[in-house]
Every structure is written in C-alpha cells, then in structure tokens.
C-alpha cells in the first residue's frame, strides 16, 4: 500500500512570496489533516478535512494560510505572504475517518522562509 | 540528514538495555493516547495507542504506561536496538477534540 505522498520535499523562499504544498493521502481515506512542525516542536495540527470539508481550521491563521481539498482526494496548502515564522516542516496525514483511526503521516515538505 | 528537534531533552542508552520515555499530558478530559516515532527527515509514525479506560497495554518490545491520577504517560522500549534511534512523541485527544502532540525525546543508542 502506497503511503502518503507530498510534494516537494524542500523549498526555500523569501519573505512575502507565496507557496504551494501538495499531499495525496493513501487511497481510500476520507479524512486529512496539515500539520506544522516549527523545529524542536511536535506537529501542530493547521486543518482538518473530511472528504472536501473542512472540519477543523481553528488553528489555521487564515489572513495568510489556504488549504483545499476540491475533490476529496489530493489536497494543497497555500501560504500567502509568507512571514519569516512560517519556516516549518508542513506534514501531511491521512486516516480512514475522523475520530480515533491511526493516522499516516507523508515525509514533509521543510519550508525554509529567508 | 535533518534533525525533527535540535533542542530536545535526550535520553542515551545503551544497546540491548531497556528505555523508558516519559510524557506529563495537560488535559484531564483526553481520553486516548499515542506515542509517535519520528525519524530524520521522516513524518511521525504510530507506535503504540492506549485508551483512557486501561492501564497497560504492550506491543511488540514496546509497553505504555498511562497513570490518570497524575496525568503522566511512558514508553517502555525492551532491548532498545541502533534502529530505535529517534525523537519519540507522545500525544493525547479526548473524542471531541484534535490530537495534541507533545513536547518530543530524542533517543540515542550507545553502541
């Protein structure tokens, strides 16, 4: 089975730029979920998704941070301007449903803002 | 290869010697826990989950602890090995809420 997938693995920006990060969770799991991961921290989680809902962003600062998920399956993160703060790992999970189902988490994408 | 955390409490032992993680969580409505392994340059990946109604419950070369009276949950690892090296995090959701991730350990194995 094909674990969850994420894309691209680096990326380095200036302040105030915008970028995209893209995930497909392991086929057949409807719910989703963004994490940050600011170094030395464990995974904050940013949005939660269920199939294309939005189930949890209580913690997305949403003047800067999108995410969408059109269809229910890939799913992207969308961070515009960027701020210095935002150097992160952004990780990516998926499960079967919401609730207590194991979440699989992709690599990351390390974020690096100059 | 990358570090998850560069100021993390470490925890060194020595191969083949058991390793004992230990995580304080905040909030006395969480009725489920996890512990996490993290990698360098990998996403966290599931170990061993408990719920609130147990106290004990073991997998394979690795045991949790969870004491509800003191809010204080362990991560036993028997016969740690070279690949157990990692940052291990603990993390705690009550039914209604998101899962919160703990502050992390890093392991390292002594040869």
């Known amino acids: 089975e094909a674990g969850v997938a994420q894309s691209p693995r680096y990326k380095i920006i200036e302040k105030r730029q915008s970028v995209a990060f893209w995930c497909n969770p392991i086929?057949?799991?409807?719910?989703l979920y963004w994490y940050q991961q600011i170094l030395g921290q464990g995974p904050k989680l940013l949005i939660q998704?269920?199939?294309?809902?939005?189930?949890?962003d209580s913690q997305l600062p949403k003047d800067r941070f999108s995410a969408e998920r059109l269809k229910g399956v890939d799913s992207t993160l969308k961070i515009q301007p960027a701020k210095l703060e935002d150097s992160a790992v952004y990780l990516c999970?998926?499960?079967?449903?919401?609730?207590?189902?194991?979440?699989?988490f992709g690599p990351g994408t390390r974020l690096t803002v100059t | 290869g990358e570090s998850v955390g560069l100021h993390l409490p470490t925890l060194s032992v020595q191969e083949g010697d058991n390793s004992i993680i230990n995580c304080a969580y905040s909030?006395?409505?969480?009725?489920?826990f996890i512990w996490y392994k993290q990698e360098s340059g990998k996403g966290p990946q599931f170990i061993i989950d408990?719920?609130?109604?147990?106290d004990k419950r073991q997998g394979q070369r690795v045991t949790v602890l969870l004491n509800k009276t003191v809010k204080h949950l362990s991560l036993q690892i028997a016969a740690t090995q070279p690949g157990d090296s990692a940052v291990y995090f603990c993390?705690?959701?009550?039914?209604?809420?998101?899962?919160?991730f703990g502050s992390g350990t890093r392991l390292s194995i002594r040869p």
């Open positions: 999970a998926s499960s079967l449903e919401g609730g207590l189902y194991e979440q699989y």
């Open positions: 086929s057949g799991h409807a719910t």
């Open positions: 998704f269920q199939n294309n809902g939005v189930v949890d």
């Open positions: 909030n006395s409505a969480s009725d489920y």
């Open positions: 408990i719920r609130s109604n147990m």
């Open positions: 993390a705690e959701k009550s039914s209604a809420s998101k899962i919160i």
